[in-house]
């Protein structure tokens, strides 16, 4: 029952921005850790930026200063603020639970929403 739909991504110019938003339904929102994800041709998946219920949070090294991750408990709704962006930002962008993947529930994963940020 768990459903996540990212939207938000684009086409960017370097130092552009760009917010995403992810909706969760199928969860007890308000209590879940939640966390952003991206995944670029050939890579590895890579998280990005995780909040707790609590709201604080953590970002991985690569975006740390120019991503700001947030949620809206109201809406079931979590953030990504992308600020000056850069070519290797380029990716599918993806929202999920942290403690789902933790355990190896890994088929809840939405459609993903692309950003392409050109130089």
């Known amino acids: 029952q768990v459903q996540l739909v990212e939207s938000g991504g684009g086409l960017v110019q370097t130092g552009g921005s760009l917010r995403l938003s992810c909706v969760a339904s199928g969860i007890i929102f308000s209590i879940k850790t939640m966390g952003w994800y991206r995944q670029a041709p050939g890579k590895q998946r890579e998280l990005v930026a995780t909040i707790t219920s609590t709201e604080s949070t953590n970002y991985a090294d690569s975006v740390k200063g120019r991503f700001t991750i947030s949620r809206d408990n109201a809406k079931n709704t979590v953030y990504l603020q992308m600020n000056s962006l850069k070519p290797d930002d380029t990716a599918v962008y993806y929202c999920?639970?942290?403690?789902?993947?933790?355990?190896?529930?890994?088929?809840?994963w939405g459609q993903g929403t692309q950003v392409t940020v050109s130089s």
């Open positions: 999920n639970l942290p403690l789902l993947l933790r355990i190896g529930t890994d088929h809840y």
